[in-house]
């Protein structure tokens, strides 16, 4: 499970990419389940899920987490029970995983044309009057759900929907943008892999 990029945003913030790479069987044997994860492992039939939930634990263990430290809330948000904060994302073979001593969110997503068939549902930018080349009106559409992603992780209001989430208009070249969810502005960064568009924000303490 080779690790693709670590971010270290400041001191007390790591972000980890990964590409997953091994089979299913594979990933069973590496990883160390409790008996309540293998409960859960048991309800997933998907394959790909299967594997994104024993990579996101096998991360943690290469890392330096066990990973019976990570749980999750009754609204599906995860936490370390060190007291630590964390967000998971994935996208077909890509697991990120951000940690800090502060709230963070983060998100990854693979640029598909098929964001174009859903772009209404999430932003109101009109992207079939843009000058911009098919590539970058995905890259801005792809950008601006990983905006609204992060935002509903760090904000961590169950009640919200993406649609509450504003972004500030921003270029698909940029690298970050600021967010408003409620009264609350919030740095979004982005990074730019592959395929793929990760956004991540980490709330900075007053």
Known sequence: ??????????????????????????????VKLTPEQTETFGKIHNERAQKNFLATRLLLQEVGYSSKMLFYDPYGRPYLNNGQQISISHSFDRVAVIISDQAVGVDI????????RVARKFTQWNYQSASFSDENIIQKLTMTWCAKEVGFKIHNNPTLTLNDIKVRDFFPNDVRTDIKVEDTIYEVYFA???????????????
């Open 109 to 116: 997503e693979k640029k598909r044309d098929k964001i174009k």
């Open 192 to 206: 730019f892999i592959d395929d793929f568009v990760l956004g991540y924000c980490v709330k900075k303490l007053s």
């Open 1 to 30: 499970m080779p690790i693709v990029k670590t971010f270290n945003i400041d001191t007390k913030t790591r972000l980890y990419l990964w590409e997953v790479r091994e089979t299913l069987a594979v990933l069973q044997e590496q």
